[in-house]
């Protein structure tokens, strides 16, 4: 009797270990949804779109863009925090929706322990623009111009603590000057204002604004990276005017919930690397200004390290800026 339940123990455990193991490497078995945390048509959902079609032809399954925007981008990162952790609701995020949001935002959850990272995409430059008839024609003379009219000048955001509200700051805090911050729906009527004179300033993603920039419709004094950004090699970074260390690089990253399979979350991580590696992928990135992350970042850790980094520098910025939620 004994025997026979020893037997029966053992096939069973067999059994659920087999079913088991089919579970895992059956993934995908059914589409994967890529939250977009922000409007349709914005450069976040660009690059979702641009990585999340390639990487189809690896899981094997579509991967179907739902955009839930709103709150800075919380109400679709909160909506994949609920989701189960089966790696078929996962969140693209940048800036706004994984750093600035973390120290605006109060949330049920933390940012970087309650999400498992998958990889970095892309990075873009953000950069310093104007109307083009602004009197100040380099960006010394535009840090001259702003501390000898100080709150004269306007500059445009898509909302408080957004990457373009908290790029005026940083600059406006390294150069000494101020202005008033304009609040706007969105990049696109911020930048039509620009566009029309209707304000003087703006620190947007520079990839959406190449066009109008190459067409001569406003000016860009600088760009806040390391080097200057490929699209527009002509225009200098902050470090070249004589204002080192201004860097804002605007990364897109890749996030499931926690507790998310490590064999999925490598599925899903390879996925991403095959589309990142893909010349098609590659060349539509680079023609919106994006430079495919390196990859040594494409790992979860390399986005977890790039994410932590930013949470630790921009908290305390954030926060003493003294921003509140209107």
């Known amino acids: 009797m004994k025997s026979r339940l020893l037997c029966f123990l053992v096939a069973l455990g067999a059994m659920l270990g087999c079913a088991f193991g089919v579970q895992a490497q059956s993934f995908p078995s059914k589409p994967v949804?890529?939250?977009v945390p922000f409007p349709a048509?914005?450069?976040t959902d660009i690059v979702a779109r641009m990585v999340g079609d390639h990487m189809k032809a690896s899981l094997g399954q579509p991967v179907i863009v739902e955009n839930v925007a709103g709150a800075g981008g919380t109400i679709g990162v909160t909506r994949v925090f609920r989701s189960p952790a089966d790696g078929y609701t996962i969140v693209i995020g940048q800036w706004s929706s994984h750093v600035g949001a973390a120290a605006m935002y109060p949330l049920p959850f933390d940012y970087l322990k309650d999400f498992e990272p998958i990889s970095i995409l892309s990075i873009g430059p953000l950069w310093i623009i104007a109307r083009k008839d602004f009197p100040a024609k380099d960006t010394k003379e535009l840090i001259a111009w702003l501390k000898a009219n100080p709150n004269k000048a306007t500059g445009g955001t898509i909302g408080i603590g957004s990457a373009i509200h908290m790029c005026l700051i940083y600059f406006?805090?390294?150069?000494?000057?101020?202005?008033?911050?304009?609040?706007?729906?969105?990049?696109a009527p911020m930048l039509q204002d620009v566009l029309a004179g209707q304000i003087d300033l703006s620190c947007p993603e520079a990839g959406q604004t190449l066009s109008q920039y190459r067409a001569g419709n406003f000016k860009a004094y600088a760009v806040l990276t390391e080097k200057r950004w490929f699209a527009a090699p002509d225009v200098p970074t902050m470090d070249e005017i004589g204002v080192p260390g201004v860097h804002f690089p605007f990364w897109h990253g890749l996030w499931a919930p926690k507790g998310t399979p490590k064999d999925v979350i490598a599925k899903l991580n390879a996925a991403v690397v095959d589309s990142l590696a893909d010349p098609a992928t590659r060349q539509r990135l680079t023609e919106f200004g994006h430079e495919v992350a390196p990859r040594n970042m494409q790992t979860p850790e390399g986005l977890y390290a790039t994410h932590k980094a930013d949470v630790e520098k921009w908290g305390p910025i954030i926060k003493s800026a003294n921003i509140k939620l209107q």
């Open 41 to 43: 048509g914005g450069i």
């Open 33 to 35: 949804t890529l939250v």
């Open 172 to 187: 406006a805090d390294k150069t000494g000057t101020t202005m008033q911050y304009v609040p706007y729906r969105g990049a």
